[in-house]
Every structure is written in structure tokens, then in C-alpha cells.
């Protein structure tokens, strides 16, 4: 491809798909395999193997532990049991095996320490190095794969979330696999030595409890996977809704959203009380299983001990090893499902394409892309983007500073550079006088800015970038007459030497280009330069064009214009069929930096912004209020929870009177109590299904009615806020959604869940101290009085766990952010080779986890290995002093050993209740965030009842000596003592620079936003007074970016009305022109737009976003730069249109172009804020010396 300067000015068609589509399925399909387990540990290295095989090495030695201390306690209750007449033996025999439990907790505190310090390191450090190979590997797939497997969320989710199963696979299951690997091992070596009889019984039991517990994880698992899936529709949903709160608020969809969203959700309410119930059911079974699985191996256990074969203590010995070994072997095993998880790891014509096609976003289907012929498949891909700049017809901003989005083109360039290209592209004037100038951050997508503000940014960019080659789509479209002749005249400039292809609607823009070509339905029509195309007369394609846009100038201009372009070299070895996928922002999820002073970019913490939404006082009785129609619920699951509480302490009671049983001298008594026991566990197990039933299928419609409840007010609450409060940096569409699906799921197991296993806790501990203190009040004080040591080392534990956590997913969520801008803006990413940039910026932010995770680790570590040198310590000196009771005579051996197991058995209870700390903070914290958007007051009440409702507008409209200045950049004021008044049923026109205030005036009439000061008049009446809901019914709104749903074509368009019929949907896509390229599509108006529209080009996007509000009929019609995205034939047809639309209605539009304002009755033309020229067309055209007739000249040269 030659140096030359190029063009393609074309009109819309219809599009057809490119194969990269497939080829990324295929990928994706790839992608959802599972590797082999050892692939898990592909990004270790050899520090990472030296941490694995500690941590492996401590796992074993815990594990091994457990059936140690059964083998010692074993010993210890024949020493206690059979030495009750030798009362100094005794003392002696359960001293030394009390002291060996010292030991044994010293071993297991070391061993504990080294299997959580080292595994949770090393996984953090695996895990993050596989988050970059990860992000990289998505950078690196061609754009194909964004537009039709990946979403940015998805990518997203697969960095944060996805990636969290790799890490708990390698942070806590493996170890945790060995370590259970090892209990199983030492248990049948102990249970066998020990009385193999008794240990082969209790294996034999083991398949039917680990049966019951798998099918119950089986069931569970599945139900939790359908209910998250579920709501992950419900979440698109509610995302969508908030990001394009603006189309939703001027529709008044609001309703519609929440509708949406109810019914979405109503699907993941009807999973949550099925798990509910399966949960009952599956630990109720299990359970009953257990107990009776029990009572089977005691009744044998009496009678080998009645025959001599074995003792109590073997007896006991053989049955827990054998037992807890088995089960360990399940647990073992369960630990492999986190393994599998961690292993799945004119508009529309094709004029876009043919800059895809150069980029190779795409390969085409058939034919070549030639470069100084070679076929740009065989160049290296970064060295060929390296070689081109691209503008967007979109522009794609990061949400980080001015600065940082110009540094894309060249990332080591000085600020003299940055400034000199800024300059250039006629951006350095107003970045000047921004407060905080270069590093001014630029919002969620660029909101902060104008769309000329943005293009100017996008067009600097390339600049700096100083390229060989120049792909310009639609590079001015945005902007004003003023800045597209000063940004044009740069361009011209940055053109000189470079082959240059130029996507054009607005023919003034290509005057200069050495050869044009005019596509039409994915073709090449006509290819030739100005004059060989004008040449062919009427008959000619382009000669057609330019008869369009010379109509719309002379009605403005009084003379045809004779027009000069230049144009361009374009290899036609292009495939003729092509795919028009423009770059639209997929969903995606944003922050915000700053630069320091050392130009590192740093991200903005949210941390503080808790604080600004304190959680009421009482919060726990407003949330049981929430609760208040699932009260009668709450009451059975409370009762369900006292009943399962009563069940751990029978448990224990009667395993400590079989351990009495088994040291009776009369064989006859043994058998008899034997029997008792043996029915009483049979009782238990049956009165066990009942009881989980009652407490978790109730306690799950509790908290699933809440969770909804909850979800749906702060959706409402959410979309009830003014448009302001969606502008400022905590407050982005991503994060916001996140709250939606994250804190009501919090709140649920805060309340609900957590209720249930405290109501259950606390009932086992009172009932076992209960029974404790009546047996042996001495040892119950005792146990009572180690309780606090116990609690306060898991509590410990447990807190640091949940400090570090919270902490480092602070940090994650930052880097997720990171990941997320990248693919959503991945068109320009790829162009400007900015996947290293990415990269880098993605790894300083896995930084903070990786120094956290460290500490954390440590820390934990240390903390559970005290916690069980505390338990085993506890437990020696318990029953070395309930020795000393029986020697003294002050108890019996019965009276201490049931107290002992009753109370140990209940430590549990006490330590799972005081583990569930951190989440209750964690839902504490859920629900200040939760109360924060329920209370807050909106600044502009959507529906105020007390306000006077609109049933009828004239359409007057006056803005009186208005001050504004935008919520998030309150220190630059926009407007000051601003005033406009349009008549009802006129059209009032703005024009000006980017940046003027023409779309703030829009906003202020539909009530985005409130005036400082002054006041907004509708027929007289201060909107602030009138009920903005229903006003809002009689304005309609065309946006400059136009925003449309992930729904069918016929969905977005009914959206402008309640109620409309198919047909009225079509009446209104004639009028807007859009029938004519939908009739053309396989599935007509049921085609799906994509996420933001991304199906679909910006002329087509912008003409369903007109026959949107064409459908809503409104009484004022709000215009801005609604044709910017069309061709000039489009834009004629559709002007044709909107001028019929305007006739009888007050309208308001904002234009760059003037052409579309030749109809208008008034035309306003604003600088700086203020109305500097207003009247009509004619007026304003008779002062030569004028703002409007500069502008109109300029145009007009601009075209000649």
C-alpha cells in the first residue's frame, strides 16, 4: 500500500458476518475443558514447590493428630475406668496421658501453622501469576471473540471470580486433601490395631453416612449453581438499567427495569427454597444415618467388650479412629470438587470493516489484506498496529486522567509532547482550564467530558502516536465547526506522508483525499476521485451523495458550493463481504486513578465511602421488619433450630453413658443399658430429619423473601436517585450492580442462616451446661471457665481471617477493575498496542494482595495452630482434675467422663457460633452499604406525590438567570445567569463549541440535574414543582450517544411506549428510517442489538434511538445531535422526518451540524456558558459579522 492519503464514503447496507466469530466459539469451547490436576500448579515455581511441600509435610502431621489423640484418650479412660479401686494408679495413668495431650497439641500447633501459612501463600502467589497469563491471553484474542463469546463482565468474573476457584483449590484444598488423606491413613491404622472387629464394623457403616452426605453436597451444589446462574440474568438486567440510567429516567422506565428485574429474580427465589429444603433434608438424613449407624457399632462394642475380646478404651479407640478415618476419606474426596472447579477455568454498509479488516480485528472469509503486498496475515500482529493510529466514530476513554488516555498512543512520551499533541488536535485549550488540567479524571467511560471533548482526547492520542499509517472512523463526526476545522486542518497535516483511510459521512471531512471509494451493501461501487466520480453525473453513487448534503447547505447557503476533495489509494483486494461490528462499550467494569507524582497511576480508594452511609441504628430490627410476611416462617425455623440444638447434647450424654457402660462389672446391667442407648440414638436419628427440615427449609424462605425484598428496594432506591449521583466515582454502574448482587446476599446469611446455626448453638450449650452442672458442677466450672481461652484463640483466628480478606479483596476488586476496562475498550487497546499497558498496570495492582496474603497467612497460621495447642491443653487439664475429684473422692469416674464429653462436644458448637463472626461483621457491613442506598434522600424526587402531576403540556419553556455546575466537578461553573425561552410548538436550535453547555440545557429540562440557582419553567410552572415522572412522559430524548438495551430491535424501539402494538413499532421505524435495513435482517425486528447495541452500527443504533422517541409522541421533542451518526442520504430522509415529527410540538436541538437546523425557528448560539447570538435563521445570517455566520462561513469553507 502506497504513502497516499485515502478515503471511503458510502452508504448504509445490509452487513454479514465475518468467520472470526466461529473461530472464537471454538475457543471459547476450548476454554470450558478441564485440564489435568497437575496443570493446577503450572505457574509455580520453585519457591512455590519449596511452600507446597511444607505445607504437605504439615498436613500430614495434622492430620494425622486426630486419631493420635484417640489412641491416647483411649489409653486414658482405661486408666480412669479400670483403676477405680486403685485410686492412686489412677491418678498417675491419666496424668501421663494428660501431659502426652500437651504434647501432642505442641505437634499439632506446629504442623497446623506450616499446612495454613504455607498453602494459602503459595496459592495466592500461583493464582496471581495466573491472573496475568490470563488477562494477557484475553488481551491477545482478536476482537471477533469480544463481539460474540465475551462479554466484559464475563471476563471479568473469570479474572476475579474464576480465578478464586483456582486459588482455593491451591490455598486451602489441597492441603486440606492431605491432610484429611493422612486422618483416613492413621484411622484404619490405629481403629485396626486397636480391636479390628470394631473397626471393620465401623468402616463397613461408613458408605452409607458418606452416601447420604454426598447426595445431599451433590443436590445442594447443583441448586446453589442454578441459583447463581439465575441471578446473573437478574444482574444484567439491574446493570444495564444503571448504566444507562439517563435512557431509562427520560422513558420513565423505571418501572419497566424494575419489573424486569422482579421477574428475573423470581426464579432465583423459587432455587433458594429448594436448596433450603435439600439442605433440611440432606443434613436431617445424613445425620439419622449417623446416629443409627451408631447404635449398630455400640451394640456390637457391648458385645465384644461382655466376651472379652476388647476393652472400653480399645473399644472407643477402634470405633472413633475407624470412624472419623473413614469419614475423612469423604471429606478427602470433597475437596476434589473444588479441583474440578479450578480447572474450568451509510451506516452499516461495511465502511467499519474495512478499518476492522486493516486492523485485523477480523479476517476475512475469502481474499486478502495487502500491505505493500503482503498478506497482513503473515506480519506480525503488534509490529502492524505498532504501524497504524486509529480513530473511533465512538471514542473510548479509560476511566483514568486526560493524561494517562493521551499516554495510550505513547506511553514513554514527555508532557511537552503530550501538550504539543493535545494541542494539535485543538484539546490543550480546554484541558487548560480544567482545575486540575492534564490530570482531570475523565469519568466511567468519558461521562465527565463532552462527546467533542472526547473525540479531541481519541484524535491526540493517535497523534502522539505519530503513525505510518492513519485509520480515521468518522475521527470529527462530534464536533463542532469551529474545532472540525482547526482538528480537520491537524489532520491534514498529520496526513502528509501516511497512508490515510478516511470512513466518512460528512463528505467536507474527505475534500482533500487522493481517491474514494463508495460501499454500499458490503460492496464497491465505485472507487475513482472527486472529479472521475462527479463525472458520472446523476447516475453515480457519490455524484448522489453530494447532491444530498449540497441540498441541506443551500438551504442555508444561498449558492451550490463547488467542492474539492482529495482522496485516496484503497487496495479493493478486500473480500467484498464483510461485517459491520462496531466497537459499542460492552458492559464493563470502571475506577478511578490519579497520577502521582511520579507519573505512576494510582487507583482511588473507596475504602472511605462506608462511611458516608453509617448503618442506622437498629438495623437488625428494620431488617427483621423487612422480614415482618415471613414471620410465622422465622417462628417454625426458630423452633427447628431449639430442636436440632437438643441433638448434639442427647449425642453426647449418651456416648458418655456407653463409655460408663462399658466398665460395668454385671454383663447382664451392660446389655439392658446396651439396648436403652442403643434405641435412644435410633430415636434421635429419625427426630434428626424432622428437625433440619423445620430449620432449614423455613429459615431459607425467611431469608430468600428477604433477599428479594431487599434486592428489588434497592433497585428502586437505586433508580429513584438523580442523574447526579450516578456521576460521582463510587457510584459506576459496575460497582453499584455488584451491591445489588453481593450485600442482599450477605444480609441473607447474616439474618437467616445465621440465626438458625445460633439459635441451634446456643440451645446445645445451654442444655449441655445445663446437664453439666447437675452431674458434676465442679467440672462444669472448670470446662467453663477454659471457655474463654478456646473462644478467644478461634476468635482471633477467625478475625484476622476476615481483616486480611476483607482487605486483599479490596485490592482484587482493583485489579478486576483494571482487567475490565481493558477488554471493554479492547478496540483500542489492540490498536494501539496497549496489551502490555494493561498488563502492567493490572500486575502493580496484584501487588497489595500478594504482601497482604503473606501477612494473612502468617498470621492464621499461627493463630489456628494456639487455638488447637489451647484445645488439647484444655481437654489434659480437665480431666487430670476430674482424676484428682475421684482420688479425693469428690465425683466417680461416671459422673466425670459424661460431663467431660458432653461439654467437649459442645465446645464445638461454641466454636462454630464464634467462627461465624466475621461473616455477621461482613453482613453488618452489607447492610450499612444496604441502608446507604435506602436511605439516602434523592436530590430530585422522581415521584413526589405531593407535586403537581402533568396531564397536558403546551410546551413553554423558559431557563431564568441559571447558574450551574455539575454535581462531580462543582469548581467549574457552566452556566451563570443563563436565559433561553421557547415558545410551545417552536423549534429553538443550540449551537457552539464542544463543551459550551448546549447538552447541559437538555439535561436541565429533563431534570437531570437541578440549577444552582434561577429555575426551569414548563408552561409557566417550575419543574421542580411538577411531578418529574410524569413530565417526563411528554418529553422525548435523543442522545448523541444513543444507548439501547440488550433486547430484539422491536423491544427497544416499544421501549418509548407502554402497551405499543407491533404495528405502531413499525409505523415509528419508517418514519425514522429504520424499517428499511431491519426488513433486510434474518430475523427482522426479533434481532438481538447485543450488549449496548455492539450488533449494530452507530447510524443504525442512532435511527432505533430516534424511532424510539418517534413512538412516545411526546409534546416536547429533545434533540442531541440526533443525525450525527448518519450518512448524508440517511440524514436527509431522516431530517425529513424529524422536521415532520417537530411541527406542533416545542423542540430542542443541539447541533454541531448546521445543516440539520435549517428548519428551526430560533436558533441560540452559546459560548462559554452564555447565549451569545439568538434569532432566526435569517436574522442571524443578515450580521456577517456574527458568531452564527462565522460558523455557517465555516462550514460552508469547510464543504467548498
Known amino acids: 500500500?502506497?504513502?497516499?492519503?485515502?478515503?471511503?464514503?458510502?452508504?448504509?447496507?445490509?452487513?454479514?458476518?465475518?468467520?472470526?466469530?466461529?473461530?472464537?466459539?471454538?475457543?471459547?469451547?476450548?476454554?470450558?475443558?478441564?485440564?489435568?490436576?497437575?496443570?493446577?500448579?503450572?505457574?509455580?515455581?520453585?519457591?512455590?514447590?519449596?511452600?507446597?511441600?511444607?505445607?504437605?509435610?504439615?498436613?500430614?502431621?495434622?492430620?494425622?493428630?486426630?486419631?493420635?489423640?484417640?489412641?491416647?484418650?483411649?489409653?486414658?479412660?482405661?486408666?480412669?475406668?479400670?483403676?477405680?479401686?486403685?485410686?492412686?494408679?489412677?491418678?498417675?495413668?491419666?496424668?501421663?496421658?494428660?501431659?502426652?495431650?500437651?504434647?501432642?497439641?505442641?505437634?499439632?500447633?506446629?504442623?497446623?501453622?506450616?499446612?495454613?501459612?504455607?498453602?494459602?501463600?503459595?496459592?495466592?502467589?500461583?493464582?496471581?501469576?495466573?491472573?496475568?497469563?490470563?488477562?494477557?491471553?484475553?488481551?491477545?484474542?482478536?476482537?471477533?471473540?469480544?463481539?460474540?463469546d465475551a462479554r466484559t463482565g464475563d471476563i471479568v468474573f473469570g479474572v476475579s471470580?474464576?480465578?478464586?476457584?483456582?486459588?482455593?483449590?491451591?490455598?486451602?484444598?489441597?492441603?486440606?486433601?492431605?491432610?484429611?488423606?493422612?486422618?483416613?491413613?492413621?484411622?484404619?491404622?490405629?481403629?485396626?490395631?486397636?480391636?479390628?472387629?470394631?473397626?471393620?464394623?465401623?468402616?463397613?457403616?461408613?458408605?452409607?453416612?458418606?452416601?447420604?452426605?454426598?447426595?445431599?453436597?451433590?443436590?445442594?451444589?447443583?441448586?446453589?449453581?442454578?441459583?447463581?446462574?439465575s441471578y446473573a440474568n437478574a444482574g444484567v438486567v439491574a446493570e444495564q438499567a444503571i448504566a444507562q440510567a439517563r435512557t431509562v429516567y427520560s422513558f420513565v422506565g423505571e418501572s419497566k427495569a424494575l419489573n424486569s428485574y422482579s421477574e428475573a429474580i423470581q426464579n432465583t427465589l423459587k432455587l433458594g427454597y429448594k436448596a433450603g429444603m435439600a439442605k433440611g433434608l440432606g443434613i436431617g438424613c445424613t445425620y439419622g444415618i449417623a446416629c443409627m449407624s451408631w447404635a449398630l457399632v455400640f451394640w456390637y462394642a457391648g458385645v465384644f467388650i461382655r466376651n472379652g475380646q476388647t476393652d472400653g478404651g480399645k473399644a472407643f479407640t477402634a470405633i472413633f479412629s475407624a470412624i472419623v478415618g473413614g469419614m475423612s476419606l469423604g471429606q478427602a474426596f470433597s475437596n476434589l470438587g473444588a479441583f474440578s472447579k479450578g480447572k474450568i477455568a451509510g451506516s452499516g454498509s461495511g465502511k467499519s470493516t474495512v478499518v476492522a479488516l486493516i486492523e485485523r480485528f477480523y479476517d476475512p472469509n475469502e481474499g486478502q489484506v495487502l500491505l505493500d503486498n503482503v498478506d497482513i496475515k503473515t506480519l506480525q500482529l503488534r509490529w502492524l498496529r505498532d504501524q497504524i493510529g486509529l480513530v473511533n466514530q465512538e471514542p473510548?476513554?479509560?476511566?483514568?486522567?486526560?493524561?494517562?488516555?493521551?499516554?495510550?498512543?505513547?506511553?514513554?512520551?514527555?508532557?511537552?509532547?503530550?501538550?504539543?499533541a493535545a494541542?494539535?488536535?485543538?484539546?490543550?485549550?480546554?484541558?487548560?482550564?480544567?482545575?486540575?488540567?492534564?490530570?482531570?479524571?475523565?469519568?466511567?467511560?468519558?461521562?465527565?467530558?463532552?462527546?467533542?471533548?472526547?473525540?479531541?482526547?481519541?484524535?491526540?492520542?493517535?497523534?502522539?502516536?505519530?503513525?505510518?499509517?492513519?485509520?480515521?472512523?468518522?475521527?470529527?463526526?462530534?464536533?463542532?465547526?469551529?474545532?472540525?476545522?482547526?482538528?480537520?486542518?491537524?489532520?491534514?497535516?498529520?496526513?502528509?506522508?501516511?497512508?490515510?483511510?478516511?470512513?466518512?459521512?460528512?463528505?467536507?471531512?474527505?475534500?482533500?483525499?487522493?481517491?474514494?471509494?463508495?460501499?454500499?451493501?458490503?460492496?464497491?461501487?465505485?472507487?475513482?476521485?472527486?472529479?472521475?466520480?462527479?463525472?458520472?453525473?446523476?447516475?453515480?453513487?457519490?455524484?448522489?451523495?453530494?447532491?444530498?448534503?449540497?441540498?441541506?447547505?443551500?438551504?442555508?447557503?444561498?449558492?451550490?458550493?463547488?467542492?474539492?476533495?482529495?482522496?485516496?489509494?484503497?487496495?479493493?483486494?478486500?473480500?467484498?463481504?464483510?461485517?459491520?461490528?462496531?466497537?459499542?462499550?460492552?458492559?464493563?467494569?470502571?475506577?478511578?486513578?490519579?497520577?502521582?507524582?511520579?507519573?505512576?497511576?494510582?487507583?482511588?480508594?473507596?475504602?472511605?465511602?462506608d462511611r458516608k452511609y453509617p448503618a442506622p441504628r437498629g438495623y437488625f430490627f428494620k431488617l427483621l421488619k423487612l422480614n415482618a410476611p415471613e414471620w410465622p416462617y422465622a417462628v417454625l425455623g426458630a423452633i427447628g433450630s431449639v430442636f436440632s440444638g437438643f441433638i448434639g447434647p442427647t449425642f453426647a450424654i449418651v456416648m458418655g453413658e456407653m463409655l460408663d457402660v462399658f466398665y460395668y462389672r454385671d454383663p447382664n446391667e451392660m446389655e439392658k443399658k446396651t439396648k436403652l442407648y442403643v434405641f435412644i440414638y435410633i430415636g434421635t436419628g429419625l427426630y434428626a430429619v424432622v428437625a433440619y427440615l423445620v430449620q432449614h427449609y423455613f429459615f431459607s424462605i425467611m431469608g430468600e423473601n428477604l433477599t428479594t425484598r431487599v434486592r428489588r428496594m434497592m433497585l428502586s432506591a437505586i433508580l429513584r436517585n438523580e442523574v447526579g449521583w450516578f456521576d460521582e466515582e463510587e457510584n459506576n454502574s459496575s460497582l453499584v450492580s455488584a451491591r445489588l448482587a453481593v450485600d442482599a446476599a450477605d444480609v441473607k446469611s447474616a439474618i437467616a442462616e445465621r440465626i438458625s446455626v445460633i439459635l441451634q448453638n446456643m440451645t446445645s450449650l445451654m442444655t449441655s451446661f445445663v446437664v453439666g452442672f447437675i452431674i458434676e458442677w465442679r467440672v462444669a466450672l472448670l470446662i467453663l471457665a477454659t471457655f474463654p481461652l478456646l473462644v478467644l484463640a478461634n476468635f482471633a483466628q477467625?478475625?484476622?481471617?476476615?481483616?486480611?480478606?476483607?482487605?486483599?479483596?479490596?485490592?482484587?476488586?482493583?485489579?478486576?477493575?483494571?482487567?475490565?476496562?481493558?477488554?471493554?475498550?479492547?478496540?483500542?487497546?489492540?490498536?494501539?498496542?496497549?496489551?502490555?499497558?494493561?498488563?502492567?498496570?493490572?500486575?502493580?495492582?496484584?501487588?497489595?494482595?500478594?504482601?497482604?496474603?503473606?501477612?494473612?497467612?502468617?498470621?492464621?497460621?499461627?493463630?489456628?495452630?494456639?487455638?488447637?495447642?489451647?484445645?488439647?491443653?484444655?481437654?489434659?487439664?480437665?480431666?487430670?482434675?476430674?482424676?484428682?475429684?475421684?482420688?479425693?473422692?469428690?465425683?466417680?469416674?461416671?459422673?466425670?467422663?459424661?460431663?467431660?464429653?458432653?461439654?467437649?462436644?459442645?465446645?464445638?458448637?461454641?466454636?462454630?457460633?464464634?467462627?461465624?463472626?466475621?461473616?455477621?461483621?461482613?453482613?453488618?457491613e452489607s447492610i450499612r452499604s444496604i441502608f446507604g442506598i435506602l436511605n439516602r434522600a434523592t436530590r430530585i424526587e422522581p415521584d413526589d406525590p405531593e407535586s403537581e402531576r402533568v396531564t397536558t403540556v403546551r410546551g413553554d419553556i423558559e431557563l431564568r438567570h441559571v447558574d450551574f455546575a455539575y454535581p462531580a466537578r462543582p469548581d467549574i461553573q457552566i452556566f451563570k445567569d443563563f436565559n433561553l425561552k421557547i415558545q410551545a410548538g417552536r423549534s429553538q436550535a443550540l449551537v457552539g463549541a464542544s463543551g459550551s453547555g448546549k447538552s447541559t440545557v437538555i439535561a436541565l429540562i429533563e431534570r437531570f440535574y437541578d440549577p444552582t440557582g434561577g429555575k426551569v419553567s414548563i408552561d409557566g410552572k417550575d419543574i421542580r414543582r411538577l411531578n418529574l415522572k410524569s413530565l417526563r412522559l411528554k418529553i422525548g430524548l435523543v442522545q448523541q450517544e444513543p444507548v439501547l438495551f440488550a433486547a430484539s430491535i422491536l423491544e427497544n424501539i416499544?421501549?418509548?411506549?407502554?402497551?405499543?402494538?407491533?404495528?405502531?413499532?413499525?409505523?415509528?421505524?419508517?418514519?425514522?428510517?429504520?424499517?428499511?435495513?431491519?426488513?433486510?435482517?434474518?430475523?427482522?425486528?426479533?434481532?438481538?442489538?447485543?450488549?449496548?447495541?455492539?450488533?449494530?452500527?452507530?447510524g443504525q443504533k442512532q435511527r432505533i434511538a430516534i424511532a424510539?422517541?418517534?413512538?412516545?409522541?411526546?409534546?416536547?421533542?429533545?434533540?442531541?445531535?440526533?443525525?450525527?451518526?448518519?450518512?448524508?442520504?440517511?440524514?436527509?430522509?431522516?431530517?425529513?422526518?424529524?422536521?415532520?415529527?417537530?411541527?406542533?410540538?416545542?423542540?430542542?436541538?443541539?447541533?454541531?451540524?448546521?445543516?440539520?437546523?435549517?428548519?428551526?425557528?430560533?436558533?441560540?448560539?452559546?459560548?462559554?456558558?452564555?447565549?451569545?447570538?439568538?434569532?432566526?435563521?435569517?436574522?442571524?445570517?443578515?450580521?456577517?459579522?456574527?458568531?452564527?455566520?462565522?460558523?455557517?462561513?465555516?462550514?460552508?469553507?469547510?464543504?467548498?
Open 161 to 229: 471470580t474464576d480465578t478464586l476457584l483456582v486459588q482455593d483449590a491451591i490455598g486451602e484444598k489441597v492441603g486440606n486433601f492431605i491432610h484429611y488423606l493422612a486422618t483416613f491413613l492413621a484411622g484404619l491404622v490405629v481403629g485396626f490395631v486397636s480391636a479390628w472387629r470394631l473397626a471393620l464394623l465401623s468402616v463397613a457403616v461408613i458408605p452409607a453416612i458418606a452416601f447420604a452426605g454426598g447426595l445431599y453436597a451433590y443436590t445442594l451444589t447443583g441448586l446453589t449453581s442454578k441459583s447463581r446462574e
Open 1054 to 1098: 416499544a421501549y418509548g411506549k407502554d402497551g405499543a402494538t407491533e404495528e405502531e413499532v413499525i409505523e415509528a421505524a419508517k418514519t425514522a428510517n429504520v424499517h428499511g435495513f431491519v426488513s433486510q435482517l434474518p430475523s427482522g425486528y426479533k434481532t438481538a442489538v447485543g450488549e449496548r447495541g455492539v450488533q449494530l452500527s452507530g
Open 396 to 420: 473510548a476513554l479509560f476511566a483514568t486522567t486526560i493524561l494517562e488516555n493521551i499516554l495510550y498512543g505513547k506511553p514513554d512520551a514527555t508532557i511537552a509532547e503530550v501538550e504539543a
Open 1 to 148: 500500500m502506497a504513502d497516499s492519503a485515502s478515503a471511503a464514503a458510502v452508504a448504509d447496507g445490509k452487513a454479514e458476518r465475518v468467520a472470526n466469530g466461529d473461530a472464537a466459539g471454538e475457543g471459547k469451547r476450548r476454554v470450558d475443558q478441564a485440564v489435568a490436576f497437575h496443570e493446577l500448579f503450572t505457574f509455580a515455581d520453585s519457591w512455590d514447590l519449596v511452600l507446597m511441600a511444607a505445607g504437605s509435610l504439615g498436613a500430614l502431621a495434622h492430620g494425622a493428630a486426630m486419631p493420635l489423640f484417640f489412641l491416647l484418650f483411649g489409653d486414658l479412660i482405661n486408666g480412669f475406668g479400670k483403676n477405680q479401686t486403685d485410686l492412686r494408679t489412677m491418678t498417675d495413668e491419666v496424668s501421663k496421658y494428660a501431659l502426652y495431650f500437651v504434647y501432642l497439641g505442641l505437634v499439632v500447633c506446629a504442623s497446623s501453622y506450616a499446612e495454613i501459612a504455607c498453602w494459602m501463600y503459595t496459592g495466592e502467589r500461583q493464582v496471581i501469576a495466573l491472573r496475568k497469563a490470563y488477562l494477557d491471553a484475553v488481551l491477545r484474542q482478536d476482537v471477533g471473540f469480544f463481539d460474540t
Open 1108 to 1200: 424510539r422517541a418517534v413512538l412516545k409522541d411526546p409534546a416536547i421533542l429533545l434533540l442531541d445531535e440526533a443525525t450525527s451518526a448518519l450518512d448524508a442520504e440517511s440524514e436527509c430522509v431522516l431530517q425529513d422526518a424529524l422536521e415532520r415529527l417537530m411541527k406542533g410540538r416545542t423542540t430542542v436541538l443541539v447541533a454541531h451540524r448546521l445543516s440539520t437546523i435549517r428548519g428551526v425557528d430560533r436558533i441560540a448560539v452559546v459560548q462559554d456558558g452564555r447565549i451569545i447570538e439568538h434569532g432566526s435563521h435569517s436574522d442571524l445570517v443578515a450580521r456577517p459579522e456574527g458568531a452564527y455566520s462565522r460558523l455557517l462561513q465555516l462550514q460552508h469553507n469547510r464543504a467548498a
Open 798 to 924: 477467625q478475625l484476622s481471617m476476615k481483616g486480611f480478606a476483607g482487605d486483599t479483596a479490596k485490592a482484587h476488586a482493583k485489579s478486576s477493575m483494571v482487567a475490565g476496562e481493558g477488554v471493554s475498550n479492547i478496540r483500542t487497546v489492540a490498536a494501539f498496542n496497549a496489551q502490555n499497558k494493561i498488563l502492567s498496570l493490572f500486575s502493580h495492582e496484584l501487588r497489595v494482595p500478594e504482601q497482604q496474603i503473606l501477612r494473612r497467612s502468617q498470621t492464621s497460621g499461627l493463630l489456628f495452630g494456639l487455638s488447637q495447642l489451647c484445645l488439647y491443653s484444655s481437654e489434659a487439664l480437665i480431666l487430670w482434675y476430674g482424676s484428682h475429684l475421684v482420688r479425693s473422692h469428690g465425683s466417680t469416674f461416671s459422673k466425670v467422663i459424661k460431663v467431660f464429653v458432653v461439654l467437649v462436644v459442645t465446645a464445638n458448637s461454641v466454636a462454630e457460633t464464634v467462627s461465624l463472626a466475621p461473616e455477621i461483621v461482613r453482613g453488618g
Open 423 to 609: 494541542t494539535a488536535s485543538n484539546a490543550h485549550s480546554f484541558i487548560s482550564h480544567l482545575p486540575n488540567g492534564y490530570n482531570t479524571m475523565v469519568g466511567e467511560r468519558g461521562i465527565q467530558l463532552s462527546g467533542g471533548q472526547k473525540q479531541r482526547i481519541a484524535i491526540a492520542r493517535a497523534m502522539l502516536k505519530n503513525p505510518k499509517i492513519l485509520l480515521l472512523d468518522e475521527a470529527t463526526s462530534a464536533l463542532d465547526a469551529d474545532s472540525e476545522s482547526i482538528v480537520q486542518e491537524a489532520l491534514d497535516r498529520l496526513m502528509v506522508g501516511r497512508t490515510t483511510v478516511v470512513v466518512a459521512h460528512r463528505l467536507s471531512t474527505i475534500r482533500n483525499v487522493n481517491m474514494i471509494a463508495v460501499i454500499q451493501q458490503g460492496q464497491v461501487v465505485e472507487t475513482g476521485t472527486h472529479d472521475e466520480l462527479l463525472a458520472k453525473g446523476s447516475t453515480g453513487a457519490f455524484a448522489s451523495l453530494i447532491r444530498f448534503q449540497e441540498m441541506a447547505q443551500n438551504r442555508d447557503i444561498g449558492g451550490a458550493s463547488t467542492r474539492r476533495l482529495r482522496s485516496m489509494h484503497l487496495t479493493s483486494s478486500l473480500s467484498t463481504k464483510s461485517l459491520s461490528l462496531r466497537s459499542g462499550s460492552l458492559r464493563n467494569l470502571s475506577y478511578q486513578y490519579s497520577t502521582g507524582a511520579d507519573g505512576r497511576i494510582e487507583m482511588i480508594s473507596n475504602a472511605d465511602n
